[in-house]
């Protein structure tokens, strides 16, 4: 698979280091409006995981000023779309107009609505979306165990994602822009509950809005046969805590816990994960050394295999990433 890059900032810089470690998915290409950029000065990126951006080389690669200068090279068969959020709709559609195939960056667009559209633009598979979490070892042990059974069903689930004010986001709170802490950070945990559990009946969330936006939730999703699934967590108002995720997770025969915080000292807490079985053994299993590059790896592979053989990988799938959209906004 031979990509193109467009937006350069925090995740296009975290994709291309995937790229470059990628057996299966070339980096041919990006566009950016920057000029410092585009001559491969990245030095300016900045996230909350992963390395400072660095200087990178250009000389192999097709640098464009826009998107449009690069639909129009022949050398690219997927657009891996790195724009914020309300930039997704436009690009997508572009992108496939041209004959490319999509790689969406999370979420897929502000609206389910919007987001179901954009699913259905082009052939079957064409707009992947990039849901990172079920690549992540940590994760993809529980979409793994559900799909292969090795616990039984999975019937129980509880998820927590918080940050710090993310300042480095403009806009964050906006509807039409970003979409707020449900839309742009719930969204991993709506994705996995979607892909574990299946679609909720409905939803019952409480939260502490700012402006008209939730910041702060607490979620129950309801179930027909009664299965207790929560999520919560959203922005604290204090830069201590840069990051929390984690879960605890039951099936039938197990039980599964994880949970990692990250700190402005620069500390970080971790409650590997570990299998409890209904027998009383405790299980931790080796999930290897923790890259967060290697998630994005895996991603990016998944994509390239999806376009190999035709057949979209059911992580990446369109629909279940407007599903997950639905879910964020039944809770506004
Ligand atoms: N999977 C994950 O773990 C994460 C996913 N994300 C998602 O990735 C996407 C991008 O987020 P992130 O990388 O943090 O955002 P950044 O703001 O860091 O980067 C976005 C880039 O898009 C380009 N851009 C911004 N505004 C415009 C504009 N008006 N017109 C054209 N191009 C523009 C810019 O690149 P340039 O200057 O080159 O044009 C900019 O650097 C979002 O959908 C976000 O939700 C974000 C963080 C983590
Ligand atoms: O995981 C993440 C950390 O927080 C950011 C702000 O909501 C998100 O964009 C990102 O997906």
């Not at 410092?36 to 909350?48: F, P, Q």
């Not at 969406?104 to 979490?133: F, I, Q, S, Y």
Request: aromatic letters at 8%.
């Amino acid at each position: 698979m031979r990509a193109g890059i467009v937006g350069v900032g925090f995740m296009g810089w975290i994709h291309y280091l995937a790229y470059q470690r990628s057996d299966q998915a070339d980096l041919v290409a990006f566009c950016s409006r920057n000029e410092a950029k585009r001559g491969g000065d990245w030095t300016g990126i900045k996230g909350n995981f992963g390395p400072p951006g660095e200087q990178i080389d250009v000389s192999g690669m097709n640098v464009y000023e826009s998107l449009d200068a690069m639909l129009a090279d022949d050398s690219i068969d997927l657009i891996d779309i790195c724009l914020p959020p309300s930039l997704h709709a436009e690009a997508i559609e572009k992108s496939i107009a041209a004959g490319k195939k999509v790689l969406c960056e999370k979420p897929l667009a502000l609206t389910a609505d919007d987001a179901r559209r954009l699913a259905e633009l082009g052939g079957p598979g064409d707009v992947m979306v990039a849901h990172v979490l079920p690549f992540m070892p940590e994760f993809g042990l529980l979409v793994d165990a559900a799909q292969d059974g090795r616990f039984g069903r999975p019937i129980a689930g509880r998820f927590k994602r918080t940050i710090s004010p993310p300042d480095w986001i403009p806009d964050f709170y906006d509807p039409t822009s970003v979409g707020g802490p449900l839309i742009d950070l719930h969204v991993h945990d709506a994705h996995l509950i979607r892909v574990l559990f299946g679609m909720p009946d409905s939803v019952e969330s409480s939260c502490i809005r700012k402006d008209s936006v939730p910041k702060f939730y607490e979620t129950l999703f309801r179930y027909p046969d009664g299965r207790p699934v929560s999520a919560g967590g959203g922005v604290i108002d204090s830069p201590a805590r840069g990051f929390t995720h984690g879960y605890e997770v039951s099936f039938e025969r197990a039980t599964i816990q994880f949970e990692f915080a990250a700190y402005a000292d620069e500390t970080t807490a971790t409650i590997p994960l570990v299998i409890l079985h209904q027998d009383g053994r405790v299980e931790r299993p080796d999930l290897g050394g923790g890259d967060p590059i290697s998630s994005f790896v895996k991603e990016l592979d998944a994509a390239a295999e999806s376009i190999r053989s035709g057949e979209v990988s059911p992580l990446l799938d369109g629909n279940l990433a407007a599903d997950a959209i639905q879910i964020c906004q039944w809770q506004v």
